[in-house]
């Protein structure tokens, strides 16, 4: 197994990683009190078919709503476009796993197998979010809903990826540039303190907002939907 001991430079730079992440914790802390000091309304309409559906039921239901293409007609008529869903945030969950295990157990990363799902992942999400980029740069209603956050995230997310693959190459030993590593690290930190206050943010609050549209459909009865 490929063994690198961290320079000066490479343990200075997961020493602002984790303070980029108390930030981040910080902030995301401070808006859950907000979002929660908010007192949830009831439906004042009558409840609906209870025997088809409830509250539960449909907050459930919602939650779930991301990982059933079927569900929505977007998804089940574009596959395709599910797929690259998919793929671009497992790559997402690769990299954050990358950031935080080449601090905590580096030796898991470099593991052959795990190196090379890791590589095959983060390329595959930067393939994506090529395309990401120029749909959105050449589909004419994309043009017009984007602002330059949302140029700005897909394309520094795009480049996250793309050098995550060469640090996780520089973990496995197949790479001799420690700069791959902590130019990663740096591009994390950045992203830990600049999402709580871009778009990216949005899933810290689809848990809020799906559980309460699904509830309220679930409690008129219409959520989950029914055949027939």
Request: net charge positive; aromatic share 16%; glycine share 8%.
């Amino acid at each position: 197994m490929p063994q690198h001991e961290p320079s000066t430079l490479l343990s200075t730079v997961e020493i602002i990683h984790w303070l980029a992440l108390a930030f981040m914790a910080l902030v995301y802390t401070i808006r859950l009190f907000w979002l929660f000091s908010f007192r949830g309304t009831k439906d004042r309409q009558p409840p609906g078919n209870l025997k088809q559906s409830t509250p539960m039921k449909g907050a459930i239901y919602s939650l779930g709503n991301v990982a059933m293409p079927w569900a929505m007609e977007s998804t089940r008529r574009g596959w395709l476009f599910y797929l690259s869903f998919v793929i671009f945030h497992l790559g997402v969950v690769a990299g954050i796993s990358l950031a935080f295990l080449s601090s905590l157990d580096r030796s898991l990363l470099e593991i052959p197998a795990v190196s090379t799902v890791m590589m095959v992942m983060l390329g595959a999400a930067f393939a994506v979010g090529v395309g990401r980029i120029i749909r959105r740069i050449v589909t004419p209603y994309l043009r017009l809903i984007s602002s330059p956050d949302d140029y700005f995230s897909v394309i520094l997310l795009t480049v996250w990826f793309l050098v995550g693959v060469f640090a996780q190459a520089y973990i496995a030993g197949k790479l001799d540039n420690e700069m791959f590593l902590v130019v990663y690290l740096l591009n994390t930190s950045f992203f830990l303190v600049y999402v709580p206050f871009s778009k990216i943010s949005h899933y810290l609050y689809y848990p809020f907002a799906r559980f309460w549209i699904g509830r309220t459909l679930g409690h008129r009865g219409s959520f989950p939907y029914s055949r027939g």
